[in-house]
């Protein structure tokens, strides 16, 4: 597998060509770019109970490209209008909603590592749930670890018609409720 330069080395130009080079979209190229800039130029927050004098984040390195990303459901549900699939995979199939919904559950420029994962995800699961729909059968996304001390950047996306309401619990596995 190919990674990015660690983290201390890559710049928002690199980044731009990898984006690129996936065949990403101009609209998401920008603000990947748009949150290395911010991640390069912040420091990093202050949490209460977390001491972060430690954490060194510049010695991590993304990996270049999509992870491992499974999906698994019963693709019957999909004629009622659902879409479940990698994000990778959405960006192609349904552009305007990834774009429309990226970024708004949590924003991607409210601290240096919000941006520092908006900038490098690679991939990640998305739910799109029509209007009126109820989903009786479990949904399984599988997300793949990167080797060693690498890093992986996943996104979990889940949207509900009009307004998001989902419910879900998490420990060894994601589980939500529409």
């Given at each position: 597998m190919k990674y990015?330069?660690?983290l201390s080395?890559?710049?928002?130009l690199e980044i731009i060509d990898a984006a690129r080079a996936t065949g990403e979209p101009e609209w998401?190229?920008?603000r990947r770019a748009e949150a290395w800039r911010f991640f390069a130029e912040s420091t990093p927050p202050f949490w209460k109970r977390t001491d972060l004098s430690k954490f060194?984040?510049?010695d991590i390195a993304a990996p270049l490209g999509v992870q491992g990303t499974a999906i698994q459901w019963d693709a019957k549900v999909a004629s009622q209008g659902v879409v479940f699939t990698t994000l990778a995979a959405a960006l192609r199939s349904h552009?305007?909603?990834?774009?429309?919904?990226?970024?708004?559950a949590v924003a991607p420029l409210t601290h240096k590592f919000t941006a520092l994962h908006a900038a490098l995800?690679?991939?990640g699961a998305f739910l799109y749930v029509p209007q009126n729909v109820q989903i009786e059968v479990p949904l399984h996304a599988i997300f793949t670890l990167a080797d060693g001390g690498r890093a992986t950047f996943s996104i979990s996306m889940v949207r509900r018609?009009?307004?998001p309401q989902p419910s879900c619990s998490s420990a060894t596995t994601r589980v939500c409720a529409l």
């Open positions: 990015l330069p660690i080395e890559l710049t928002d998401l190229i920008e060194s984040s510049e552009p305007e909603l990834v774009e429309q919904y990226l970024g708004t995800w690679q991939d018609s009009p307004h």
